[in-house]
């Protein structure tokens, strides 16, 4: 992976001199080595100094995209599904097959059992107490690393069905390992949240653990999101209060402040904080049932009406 949800937005109108410069950038350092991560970041920032020189070019770029930008995944992002090598089926079927997903729930379980414990146990609760009688179809937006997964799968009742969704092929098989490994019905595909492959009003829950705030077009994914939940069926999130958390450095390198940077979010559809996802979840019809702060981050549980 050589940029992010930004650097797409930035350099929309030429993005492979920007993705060349990245993959460079990842042949020389060894990001694991603090001291190269850091010294690849500065010449990171170097290149955006250099090629967006001023804070009104950077901001005519967000508007731009803000005008243009339509859902789509920019090239040397993330691997899409035509672009898979013997290697990456190699790498994800190892995961699931030959490991049974040992090495996906062990990982996950660190963040579980550690830094995530306190909001990944409303996180799961919720998502899996049923809302209605049969079988209880959960789908999560945003599989990633899987520890969001595997907080729902491993709390799941047995006869629970969980789909993952990630634009990502090696993220979605994540869920495969880790239904695998709790001997559980659940599965990973490969989808993009801005066009769900699924009929309406199809799941009783619908999910995202750290995944609307590092996705563009929240307004999009929300419709969809909304779309396939049943009528009563709960949206569970758990996000950052606020993108500049995440983010700021890069406003910073432009003299822009907070709530400049958190207005540009908003007008091009990306996650700026609870406050825009609730009003854009109100204008959907999404009833809010619960909101449990933490210090950084929330779990949100909306209801559809
Ligand atoms: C930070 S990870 C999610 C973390 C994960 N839920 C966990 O608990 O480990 C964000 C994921 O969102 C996926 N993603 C971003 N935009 C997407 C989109 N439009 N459709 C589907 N997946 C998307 C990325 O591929 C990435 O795997």
Redesign the pocket.
Known sequence: MVGN?WDDILYWEDYEPFSRFCRELDCRYDIRDPIEYEKRRKERDAFYRRTIPTTAEFVRRFHRYALHGK?H?VDGH?KLINELAEEDLRRCYHYASDQNGAERVSA?EK?RCGW?SQHLTHYADKVCTPTGSGTHKIM????????????VVRSMADDAVYIG????FI?AK?ADAIGRYYGKRALGIC????HLPFEDNLFDAVC????LD????IDT?LDEATRVLKPGGKLVL?SRHNAWLRRHRIFETYGIGESQALDLMRQVRLYADFEQLNTLAAERGLVTADYIPFEKWYVAEYRKA
């Open positions: 949800e859902p995944w993330h996950a963040a995530a999560e937006m945003t599989v990633g690393a899987g520890v969001g997964t595997n907080a969704v990630d634009i990502d993220c994540n989808a993009s949240l801005w995202s653990h750290f995944g590092e996705c563009r077009e994914i758990v």
